[in-house]
């Protein structure tokens, strides 16, 4: 069981490229989000999604898209990479029963250059 | 403007002392706090807490909720060195969306 799994681990961009990070997971969750995490400013929500095709934006969406096409994918797409969005990224997963929290993926490391 | 405010930031201790970590919060709705625990990789999950005044209990650690005053407290008691990490404490705000804290981050001493 691999529970949540996030691919790449590291990613070097440079200003304006795209990219798509993966998260996948094995557990048949519902609901998968996607979170940053910045120094001093924890975690916060990038989007998230309740069930497959169902998608909705959080806290910091913007330069941000998602799908989600399966119940197990959920990519984050960077349309055009900017500096403020070197970041640690989170997948992470919940089953709708809620009584456990979400699964996290182990993170991406992103730096923008 | 929902907020989520974890005191103290840090926190150095040594092992065997007993620590209290505080999560207070301001949030326009609410449905659980959830307290996680961070090491060098992704966050995992300690205890979800809906209703005032129950304490979950695992191991050395326990937690409780205060929905009047609104705030939970972590506490850990005969610290380790592998307690050593951040903890994270959470509010969910309508079933899918958390607005975390920024952290404490702790280390027990040898």
């Known amino acids: 069981n691999a529970g949540v799994t996030q691919t790449p681990k590291f990613q070097v961009l440079k200003t304006g490229q795209s990219m798509t990070l993966q998260c996948a997971q094995d557990m048949n969750h519902e609901y998968m989000s996607w979170y940053r995490q910045d120094p001093g400013m924890g975690l916060r929500l990038i989007h998230y999604?309740?069930?497959?095709?169902i998608t909705d934006q959080g806290e910091v969406p913007n330069g941000y898209n998602v799908s989600r096409s399966t119940t197990e994918d959920f990519p984050l797409r960077l349309l055009s990479a900017a500096p403020s969005q070197t970041s640690v990224y989170f997948c992470a997963s919940a089953d709708r029963g809620w009584g456990y929290g979400y699964t996290f993926g182990s993170g991406t490391r992103l730096t923008v250059v | 403007e929902d907020k989520v405010v974890q005191s103290p930031l840090s926190l150095v201790v040594h092992e065997g002392d007993t620590v209290t970590l505080n999560c207070s919060y301001e949030?326009?709705?609410?449905?659980?706090l959830l307290w996680y625990k961070q090491e060098k990789k992704a966050p995992t999950f300690l205890f979800m807490l809906?209703?005032?005044?129950i304490e979950k209990k695992s191991g050395r650690l326990s937690s409780i909720l205060d929905k009047k005053e609104l705030f939970s407290i972590l506490n850990i008691t005969a610290t380790q060195t592998g307690d050593s990490a951040v903890y994270l404490c959470?509010?969910?705000?309508?079933?899918?969306?958390?607005?975390f804290g920024t952290g404490t981050s702790l280390t027990v001493i040898p």
């Open positions: 809906t209703s005032s005044g």
């Open positions: 949030v326009t709705n609410f449905r659980s």
């Open positions: 999604s309740v069930g497959a095709g």
């Open positions: 959470a509010v969910d705000l309508t079933g899918n969306q958390f607005y």
